[in-house]
């Protein structure tokens, strides 16, 4: 939309529109988004694959093809097995507590891109690997890029976006994991059909593909002006920047919001004793229970585990695609 939405001022609300350069910068950041849910996605159907088993787990292999007496709980009991998943999750919460302080002192930009090559890297060691220790180095190397992406992704999402459009752009984030949740699933349901039995290295690469977009974007992704004020206290470079992104010179009343927001961040020398306050109780407690209870659901695990479940129910299914195919009669 080249015009862009306008955002009219009332009642102090900041001038502005939706500039196709935010849209442009918010698709480029979102693409962290779309590796996540791929990582998440691809996980299952790769351990239902049978070459992928055979290669790096053989005592699963085993247990699955050849071992009838084995409840079907017991088959895909292994340490290595579990390693491999877990691990992009054990990373990621190490990297997320480092990629707080990247993000606050040296910006969003650098957060992102840093994110951006972890993944890179992490999917080219993973379509690569020989030996499980490439597999799980590859995974590790995923759940940095992680940590990285989910700390400064949906923080870039809400300083770049107009107030208005704030809530709608930063939830752009979660339609991004599903999208590449859907897209690993889909592609499992492809290179599971490749014979000679090396599909499984195309579900594992092809992470680079949003990974590329992601670290060559963040090279040309623009700072946003609160980060700019908050570690440069230069409100020129805030000004030139809000301007540029709202499409609009008369930007006075949001600066004064950020620089008012920063002066008053860099007077608290205890934010976590601040935060556990009285008054900011509710927002703490929402912040807090709602990712805690949809992890709580086990949400993530099925998302992890429905091919292999379903497997035992309809042999041959890699991928939850596969599964909802079988499922429909088709």
């Not at 992890?295 to 292999?308: E, K, L, S």
Request: glycine fraction near 10%.
């Amino acid at each position: 939309m080249a015009g862009g939405l306008a955002i009219a001022r009332q009642r102090g609300e900041y001038n502005g529109r939706m500039t196709p350069f935010v849209i442009l910068s918010c698709m480029m950041a979102a693409m962290g988004g779309v590796i996540f849910g791929y990582d998440i996605g691809i996980s299952g159907g790769l351990t239902s694959m049978e070459p992928f088993l055979k290669k790096f787990f053989p005592e699963v292999y085993h247990n699955m093809i050849e071992d009838t007496k084995i409840s079907n709980y017991c088959k895909f009991d292994s340490q290595l097995l579990t390693s491999f998943t877990s691990s992009l999750y054990v990373a990621g919460l190490i990297a997320t507590v480092f990629a707080s302080s990247v993000t606050r002192k040296f910006g969003r930009k650098p957060s992102i891109l840093a994110g951006g090559a972890a993944f890179l890297a992490g999917a080219a060691l993973g379509g690569l690997a020989l030996k499980l220790y490439m597999l799980i180095l590859g995974r590790v190397l995923l759940g940095i890029g992680v940590g990285f992406a989910n700390q400064a992704v949906p923080l870039y999402l809400s300083e770049m976006a107009p107030s208005k459009y704030r809530g709608a752009i930063n939830n752009g984030f979660q339609l991004s994991i599903g999208i590449g949740a859907l897209c690993a699933n889909l592609i499992n349901y492809g290179t599971e059909k490749i014979e000679g039995g090396w599909g499984w290295r195309i579900s594992l690469a092809m992470a680079a593909v949003p990974a590329l977009i992601l670290t060559i974007g963040a090279i040309f992704l623009p700072d946003t002006p609160s980060s700019l004020i908050q570690r440069n206290d230069n409100k020129d470079k805030g000004r030139i920047m809000l301007q540029r992104i709202r499409g609009t010179q008369d930007v006075q009343l949001e600066l004064d919001d950020l620089v008012k927001a920063s002066s008053v961040s860099k007077t608290i020398k205890h934010p976590f004793r601040k935060i556990v306050q009285r008054r900011y109780r509710p927002q703490l407690v929402m912040a807090v229970s709602i990712p805690f209870f949809q992890q709580v659901t086990g949400i993530n695990v099925i998302a992890f585990y429905a091919p292999v479940l379903s497997h035992f129910c309809f042999p041959y299914t890699k991928s939850n695609f596969d599964f909802l195919w079988k499922f429909d009669g088709c």
